[in-house]
């Protein structure tokens, strides 16, 4: 039997986890998953389930998370009337394809090879959070036609083998492309839903060995932490969409993106076997 002041001590830290990335999402439009999913990892690895399939779990179970908190985002930023619909059209049909397309090449690869992806993927976000500005732009609209076809899906692909919603990649790519960031962070929230809820009915049906997974384990999808992080986050992600309407975060957001590239430059000493 697992040592129950352990497994509190995992309750109690993924609580706090949960609150945090709450509040990121919707301040930052980070997006939980960045957070999550390195959080997971060391959660679970502590408790002694560091499987070949590991990172599957931890991102399966994290977009798990970003299908309750992207909807909740959505519906408080529209009230706000802060979502760009058509550009959310638009891009849904992309992201969708490249969801699945993300899933099916997660399962055929082991759990260092994501960990590696995870670690180079968050260094570039934490990058450009850090470092970047908010006066950089590449054009003046978003994609349409044949660049939004390839981006899209490229959006939902790269963040399933992240285990991300659409913030940590949808936010920058509408700022480059002069979306204020206010409607960009609302939107990519939309992004969330769409590339989250067709890679979790995926990962609910991997295969994973009854010892190399927690207990309350549904395909890839640990219950657990789905449940005590999502009771966090539908408290404190609507908390962040208010701050992110009454404050300028862009100090915050530095700050963040030099802990994330510590986050991943951590992962991929881990990948490596450091």
Known sequence: MMDMTLLLSMGAMLMVIGAFAGVLAGLLGVGGGIILVPAFFYAFQTLGYDGPQLMQMCLATSLATIIVTSVRSVLSHNKKGAVDWVILRGWAPGIVIGAVLGVIAAAGLRSGTLQAIFGILALVIGLYMALGRSEWRVADAMPTGVRRAGLSPAVGFLS????????????????????????????????????????????????????????????????????????MTLVTAPIGVRLAHAMDPKPLKRAFGMFLILVALNMLRKAMGW
């Open 160 to 231: 399933v083998l992240m285990g991300i919603g659409g913030g940590s990649f949808g936010v920058p790519m509408m700022a480059l492309h002069a979306v204020p960031i206010h409607r960009a962070v609302a939107t990519a929230a939309g992004f969330g839903v769409t590339i989250a809820v067709p890679s979790v009915a995926g990962f609910l049906l991997f295969d994973i060995a009854p010892e190399n997974r927690p207990p309350l384990t549904i395909g890839a999808v640990n219950l657990a932490a789905f449940a005590i992080v999502i009771a």
